[in-house]
């Protein structure tokens, strides 16, 4: 399959409108994109792929439910049309599409890197390139098996009871000496880890580092605050306010794909 000569059909696959919009306003501004749509979620990704076939689609790695690589496999790699990762910072995935040669824009990226990343793909719009992209993810979905499994849940043992914490269910996380106290569901809760062993065992996609003594749940956060001296503050759903620091801003502005 080579890219029509009437102009490319894009699909533009990402859980967060804003970082959708960023990649609509890019796309618009290229004459050879004649139409663009976009999905909010992997479902309706899978749909999409499948029934309107794309030329391109402009997939996000870290959603909720079902993210970039799983809407991958439930396509099927060899049906999949020429495909851009999009990702915040991820070591892991990063490491998997370089190694096999795929394209990804790392957020937040420039207009220059999204220019780039275009005519990479005009150019490797051949059929060859395809069949070798289909092989190569298919690899990366391989290694998935192997890749970090991140806890879905925490055991909290309070009086010799152990009660059972939903990773999702956690609004924010807070440094208290060698433990961390978990915020979930209006209850406080001490479980015994370091916050940056911790970071490591949750899932990047839903969890982020905002200051050196507190993690948040991204999907907490109602809104942000400027407070001064490039500092925010955090409104989240049970009403706490954490405060993002200057070292974690740009994390932050990784993860939202745009800048603040």
């Known amino acids: 399959m080579v890219l029509p000569s009437d102009g490319i059909r894009a699909l533009i696959v990402d859980d967060e409108a804003p970082a959708r919009q960023r990649i609509f306003d890019l796309l618009h501004q290229d004459s050879e994109v004649r139409s663009l749509?976009?999905?909010g979620d992997g479902e309706t990704a899978v749909r999409m792929i499948l029934n309107e076939k794309p030329d391109l689609v402009l997939l996000d790695v870290q959603m909720p439910e079902?993210?970039?690589?799983?809407?991958?496999?439930?396509?099927?790699?060899?049906?999949?049309?020429?495909?851009?990762?999009?990702?915040?910072?991820?070591?892991?995935?990063?490491?998997?599409?370089?190694?096999?040669?795929?394209d990804y824009l790392l957020k937040p990226f420039s207009d220059e890197r999204f220019e780039t990343m275009m005519i990479r793909v005009k150019r490797r719009s051949n059929d060859l390139h395809l069949r070798e992209f289909g092989q190569n993810v298919a690899r990366v979905l391989a290694t998935r098996a192997t890749a970090t499994r991140y806890l879905d849940r925490l055991a909290v043992k309070v009086d010799g009871i152990t009660r059972f914490i939903r990773a999702k269910d956690i609004e924010w996380i807070e440094?208290?000496?060698?433990?961390?106290?978990?915020?979930?569901?209006?209850?406080?809760s001490l479980y015994r880890a370091s916050l940056t062993d911790l970071e490591q065992r949750l899932d990047p996609s839903r969890f982020l580092r905002i200051h050196r003594s507190?993690?948040?749940?991204?999907?907490?956060?109602?809104?942000?605050e400027p407070i001064s001296h490039g500092e925010f503050e955090l409104l989240l759903r049970d009403g706490s306010r954490p405060r993002v620091s200057r070292t974690y801003r740009s994390s932050m502005e990784r993860r939202l794909g745009q800048k603040l």
Request: proline share 3%; hydrophobic share 50%.
């Open 66 to 102: 079902l993210n970039g690589l799983e809407v991958i496999e439930a396509v099927g790699p060899e049906k999949m049309p020429l495909t851009v990762f999009v990702t915040a910072y991820d070591q892991h995935a990063i490491r998997a599409f370089e190694a096999n040669a795929l």
């Open 175 to 188: 440094a208290a000496g060698v433990y961390v106290t978990l915020h979930a569901s209006g209850k406080e």
């Open 37 to 39: 749509q976009e999905a």
């Open 214 to 224: 507190v993690i948040v749940n991204i999907e907490s956060v109602v809104q942000l």
